[in-house]
């Protein structure tokens, strides 16, 4: 049998077949994939030409054709639609990969011609891109160890390689305690609380899950599915149960402990940062990103930690007010938050969710990329998808001309892992011919049931809004260069993109548009719209409590150097302690599921980037505010050609200044999260 992965796909759009790959043909295609790359490489390092530009830099960006196929392919796979073979071939695929991109990075004739290049850059009559491209290649392959010497080359590497089997083990553990958790609830008293829209979601789930007792609702641990139980539960003991296995994912005794496997990828991280001179992973971390350094990251936090600490104990008091509650626990805040905005707003998440429905939401976010950069998606039906859920949608400009492919993957589901991201099956560039790119959005909603729509929340609204924001970040790129295309920048600036665009979703013109009634379809009334605005600033304290412990806690831990007695729950507790946690609010993650740290190197020691973003997003929305146009054509032209459209270009202060007009300021995101 011929291998799909192996062929021209000629399908619409070039998807990859999906009805015809199977798990099998994963390790043929990589093996060729790998061998072919590697002879790519092998002959740009020992070529006996003088290197240049074009016959090094160019020949390696064009390289890799169909390893970046295959691995497109298969991770996108393994994150939303997973399997035990996949699993298995991605435990022996992931040190593999590292291992060939360690020695790419290490390869010493082909360090050698891109630093003959780099030295001679501003006398080669290039473009600014193309010096920008020099520039970022010379830094990975220094990052990534290509000076280091002998015998700290070859420990180098494996610790690479070691650490990808780490990150791979890692992953798996957390989604195998989230997918064989199911809180099973069968007795109406067990239901108590529960609004329609949360037993619909329910029953469907434990439709999907196959549990087949009479009167069936299933909670699991997707957000999508644990938060509105949170919220509306009259259980107090079964909310803490909930609580309990959310928290201890990763940590429950048995094979998916993930305590062993922290400390290690902890200990190899700062091997590693030592070998290139660093004092501490952190500081090799953060050295190239906008904020520079741990302690300028840990100085924005601490400016938003402070009034956020005391907002939050404000929010405690008035939760253990109406509740009564002396002893008030992080599974009674979602509860009472909700009945203390009913009471402070005439306001609760059951009123609200009808008029957020999903298929009403995307046409409002497709409308504001309309109406921001004139663009236009048509949905497909043609295409080949790897689950039926998926939707696939056509991506023009004003004139027609095909700009990517869109892919919606909204549902939560055993074989996804948690959270919410964007992804990409093809990347754009313009080298020889210009590439468009096909972006999937990935979700984790729980899914409406059959014939009704599917009902999110204001926080799955939001979600929903910023991942489509990463999406266009894939989508608009113009950027020659594939290192330099797309969302391939800065980590404390890729959230720019995605968290400014969350902005058009509360603008009443919006709302008052997109916001109909699930039974009725009226538009959301104006009295229940100032409502919600009104509010926006509710629980503020501790929505960034709970996100700034996470990111001060990720600091602290890649700064530590005395690792071997290592106590994940004690050094989380002393963190919290030395910055005065407010009681009753947990960690957003907790260390032994805590993804963003431990499935790569992305956010490690750099969680703190939605912040740093969110300086910039509340600064860069208000130049629409200030020109009394949400959709004013200028910022919106500037916002398009310097951010969505540029990548990383040019350095992204730089790309902020030449679109705002000047330094972003702290004030805006202190006042949009009614902290100051």
Same mark, same amino acid.
């Given at each position: 049998?011929?291998?799909? /992965? ?103 004739? /082909? ?90 979601? +329910? ?216 959270? +919410? ?256």
């Amino acid at each position: 049998m011929m291998n799909p /992965l192996l062929e021209k796909w000629n399908t619409p759009f070039e998807m990859p077949p999906f009805e015809q790959i199977q798990s099998s043909h994963f390790s043929e295609a990589f093996d060729l994939a790998l061998n072919r790359h590697q002879a790519e490489i092998d002959h740009i390092a020992n070529s006996p030409d003088a290197p240049t530009f074009e016959n090094t830099l160019l020949a390696l960006e064009g390289s890799g054709e169909l390893l970046n196929q295959t691995s497109a392919v298969f991770f996108n796979l393994s994150a939303s639609h997973t399997s035990p073979e996949i699993q298995a071939i991605e435990r022996v695929m992931a040190p593999q990969l590292a291992a060939h991109s360690a020695a790419l990075y290490l390869n010493g004739p /082909l360090f050698a011609r891109i630093e003959k290049i780099h030295a001679e850059r501003n006398h080669l009559g290039l473009d600014a891109e193309s010096i920008r491209l020099i520039e970022r290649y010379h830094l990975d392959f220094v990052r990534a160890g290509a000076k280091l010497k002998d015998h700290d080359r070859v420990s180098f590497a494996e610790y690479t390689e070691k650490l990808a089997s780490l990150f791979t083990t890692f992953s798996q553990n957390v989604l195998a305690d989230e997918a064989s958790f199911s809180l099973i609830l069968t007795q109406d008293d067990e239901l108590k609380g529960l609004p329609e829209f949360v037993l619909s979601a +329910a029953k469907k789930m434990a439709q999907d899950r196959g549990v087949t007792e009479n009167n069936a609702h299933v909670i699991t641990l997707s957000r999508s599915s644990l938060t509105p139980f949170m919220t509306f539960s009259e259980r107090r003991d079964l909310r803490q149960k909930l609580w309990a296995a959310w928290c201890q994912r990763g940590e429950n005794q048995g094979a998916h402990n993930n305590e062993a496997i922290m400390r290690e990828i902890l200990q190899l991280r700062l091997a590693q940062a030592k070998l290139l001179g660093y004092k501490d992973f952190s500081e090799y971390a953060l050295a190239d990103t906008m904020a520079g350094s741990a302690q300028a990251a840990r100085d924005l936090l601490m400016k938003v930690w402070a009034p956020a600490r005391l907002k939050a104990l404000q929010e405690r008091e008035d939760l253990k007010q109406l509740s009564g509650l002396e002893d008030l626990q992080a599974w009674d805040w979602h509860f009472w938050t909700e009945r203390v905005r009913k009471e402070k707003y005439d306001l609760n998440e059951a009123e609200i969710k009808p008029y957020l429905q999903l298929h009403k939401l995307m046409e409002a976010m497709f409308y504001v990329a309309h109406k921001l950069f004139h663009l236009n998606f048509k949905e497909v039906n043609n295409i080949s998808k790897y689950h039926d859920t998926v939707t696939g949608w056509e991506v023009t400009d004003a004139h027609g001309k095909h700009l990517g492919l869109f892919l919606s993957d909204n549902f939560a589901r055993s074989s996804k892992r948690s959270g +919410a991201w964007m992804s990409t099956y093809r990347d754009p560039m313009h080298l020889k011919q210009s590439v468009r790119p096909i972006v999937v959005n990935n979700n984790n909603f729980s899914q409406g049931a059959e014939g009704q729509p599917t009902l999110l929340s204001l926080d799955d609204a939001r979600t929903l809004f910023h991942e489509f924001g990463h999406g266009l970040h894939g989508l608009l790129s113009q950027v020659k260069y594939p290192r330099l295309s797309g969302t391939n920048v800065l980590r404390d600036f890729v959230e720019f993109p995605s968290q400014v665009y969350e902005n058009w979703l509360m603008q009443p013109q919006i709302l008052k548009q997109f916001a109909t009634h699930a039974q009725t379809g009226e538009p959301m009334p104006d009295a229940l719209l100032k409502r919600i605005l009104d509010a926006q600033t509710f629980n503020q304290g501790f929505t960034t409590v709970e996100y700034v412990s996470s990111a001060l806690v990720d600091l602290d831990l890649h700064e530590t150097t005395d690792l071997n007695n290592l106590d994940f729950k004690q050094f989380e507790a002393k963190t919290l302690q030395a910055i005065q946690m407010p009681p009753a609010i947990g960690m957003r993650h907790r260390l032994p599921h805590f993804s963003h740290l431990f499935s790569s190197n992305s956010y490690a020691s750099a969680y703190y980037v939605y912040m740093w973003a969110e300086v910039l997003d509340a600064d860069g929305f208000d130049a629409f505010l200030e020109s009394g146009d949400l959709f004013a054509p200028e910022p919106a032209s500037k916002l398009y050609e310097h951010i969505y459209a540029a990548g990383n270009r040019q350095d992204p202060m730089q790309a902020y200044v030449a679109f705002r007009g000047r330094e972003p300021t702290v004030t805006p995101l202190l006042t949009k999260r009614g902290l100051n």
